[in-house]
Nanobody, 127 residues
Framework: QVRLVESGGGLVQAGASLKLSCSATERTGTMYTVGWFRQAPGAEREFVAAISWIGTSTFLTDSVQDRFSIPRDSAKSTIWLQINNLKTDDTAVYYC????????????????????WGQGTQVTVAS
């Protein structure tokens, strides 16, 4: 099992940067890929970014590739979502999610592939 806690959201001005954190706790020896998703008011939850267990494979959705990144710390217990040049369309609740895997380079953009979810952190971008 993997427990996830997001933090770092808030109210920011358009054009600013924000770094969201996903703190993960799990049983020793568990490998997992982590994804970030977001859900705007009235919309479906959508994929944003994912990173593999060893961090060599990352995947970002096309619309954010030039502004978002998904670093992971060397201990693999914290996964960030760095967002630059925030836009009002980025307003959403951001969730991190995890899927246990035995493949170090595995990632996925599909919501249904993820078994564990955090509670979400709100990001509001003002114009």
């Amino acid at each position: 099992q993997v427990r996830l806690v997001e933090s770092g959201g808030g109210l920011v001005q358009a054009g600013a940067s924000l770094k969201l954190s996903c703190s993960a706790t799990e049983r020793t020896g568990t490998m997992y890929t982590v994804g970030w998703f977001r859900q705007a008011p009235g919309a479906e939850r959508e994929f944003v970014a994912a990173i593999s267990w060893i961090g060599t494979s990352t995947f970002l959705t096309d619309s954010v590739q030039d502004r978002f990144s998904i670093p992971r710390d060397s201990a693999k217990s914290t996964i960030w979502l760095q967002i630059n040049n925030l836009k009002t369309d980025d307003t959403a609740v951001y969730y991190c999610a995890a899927r246990m895997t035995n493949v170090e380079t595995y990632t996925s953009s599909r919501r249904k592939d993820y078994d564990y979810w955090g509670q979400g952190t709100q990001v509001t971008v003002a114009s």
